[in-house]
T-cell receptor, first 111, second 115 residues
Framework: AQSVTQLGSHVSVSEGALVLLRCNYSSSVPPYLFWYVQYPNQGLQLLLKYTSAATLVKGINGFEAEFKKSETSFHLTKPSAHMSDAAEYFCAVMELEKLTFGTGTRLTIIP | GAVVSQHPSRVICKSGTSVKIECRSL??????MFWYRQFPKKSLMLMAT?????????EQGVEKDKFLINHASLTLSTLTVTSAHPEDSSFYIC???????????FGSGTRLTVV
């Protein structure tokens, strides 16, 4: 079964600083990978997804992620953090139409 | 874009009663919907896959008699928590698979508190 691992349950960055949220996947076949954001007491909003096209994927709100097969990684980045980016972020992998989520990373933005 | 409406957003019920949560796809037909449970500060756990017109497929360890899922139309799936107990208190989220480009749209979630 495919899985994803998110390193770091909590990440804090200063406003304006680089955001880097880590996700590594485990898959025997080319995976379909997703990043979602969740604000308190809300559902999940898709940030971006990788579906075997370009390895650098650009998403909403200035986020992007790069699929690196050699490192089995799909890290999420944003050049400059904004206060509104404070939320929970989930990496997910799709297998047989089902999404399997990582344990999540809570992003805190320091003013 | 694809929108999934989930109701209610919050519900408090007494122990032993049943609660129904609705998940509707507003502007598209969803042949497949998914139900997740999220514990505080935890990830989402897939409970079951709901297919229109057929029985839901439950994940291992999920009690199908406690969590009844009905997907009677292409736009509506319901999750009924039967004989609820305090340990069923959680955040429940539905998701619908859109027809193109590996899209999944999520509802806004339901906070269930059993007292």
């Amino acid at each position: 079964a495919q899985s994803v691992t998110q390193l770091g349950s909590h990440v804090s960055v200063s406003e304006g600083a680089l955001v880097l949220l880590r996700c590594n996947y485990s898959s025997s076949v080319p995976p379909y990978l997703f990043w979602y954001v969740q604000y308190p007491n809300q559902g999940l909003q898709l940030l971006l997804k990788y579906t075997s096209a370009a390895t650098l994927v650009k998403g909403i709100n200035g986020f992007e992620a790069e699929f690196k097969k050699s490192e089995t990684s799909f890290h999420l980045t944003k050049p400059s953090a904004h206060m509104s980016d404070a939320a929970e972020y989930f990496c997910a992998v799709m297998e047989l139409e089902k999404l399997t989520f990582g344990t999540g990373t809570r992003l805190t933005i320091i003013p | 874009g694809a929108v999934v409406s989930q109701h209610p957003s919050r519900v408090i019920c007494k122990s032993g009663t049943s609660v129904k949560i609705e998940c509707r796809s507003l502007d598209f037909q969803a042949t497949t919907m998914f139900w997740y449970r999220q514990f505080p500060k935890k990830s989402l756990m897939l409970m079951a896959t709901s297919n229109e017109g057929s029985k839901a497929t439950y994940e291992q360890g999920v009690e199908k008699d406690k969590f009844l899922i009905n997907h009677a139309s292409l736009t509506l799936s319901t999750l009924t928590v039967t004989s609820a107990h305090p340990e069923d208190s959680s955040f429940y989220i539905c998701s619908a698979r859109t027809a193109f480009n590996y899209g999944y749209t999520f509802g806004s979630g339901t906070r269930l508190t059993v007292v």
